[in-house]
């Protein structure tokens, strides 16, 4: 079994800033892409940020500049840094991995997974 841990969330001021993690545990041959969706009250779930396992990385227009996904490959962890916070950055976020798992390294399958949501408050 794989299961993935988010932390990092809370209440900030806008302006502010914080750093989302997301550590993935379990039999786990490797990690391909990596990514930061969030979901905000009555709203759909959306892509914030992606990072591939070349260490690509791809945001969506309202956040360029102002976050920064990384990852750490030795960890099995993916980090979201979030800068200049504003009020509409608030939602929960989740991370969701595709992570390699099989009976052995030579029958790796990728399968998804989502963290548990955390929830991001910015206040104005």
């Known amino acids: 079994q794989v299961q993935l841990v988010e932390s990092g969330g809370g209440l900030v001021q806008a302006g502010g800033s914080l750093r989302l993690s997301c550590a993935a545990s379990g039999s786990i041959f490797g990690i391909n892409a990596m990514g930061w969706y969030r979901q905000a009250p009555g709203k759909q779930r959306e892509l914030v940020a992606t990072i591939t396992s070349s260490g690509n990385t791809n945001y969506t227009d309202s956040v360029k500049g102002r976050f920064t996904i990384s990852r750490d490959n030795a960890k099995n962890t993916v980090y979201l840094q979030m800068n200049s916070l504003k009020p509409e950055d608030t939602a929960v976020y989740y991370c969701?991995?595709?992570?390699?798992?099989?009976?052995?390294?030579?029958?790796?399958?990728?399968?998804?997974?989502w963290g548990q949501g955390t929830q991001v408050t910015v206040s104005s």
């Open positions: 969701n991995l595709e992570v390699l798992r099989g009976r052995s390294y030579n029958y790796r399958q990728p399968y998804n997974y």
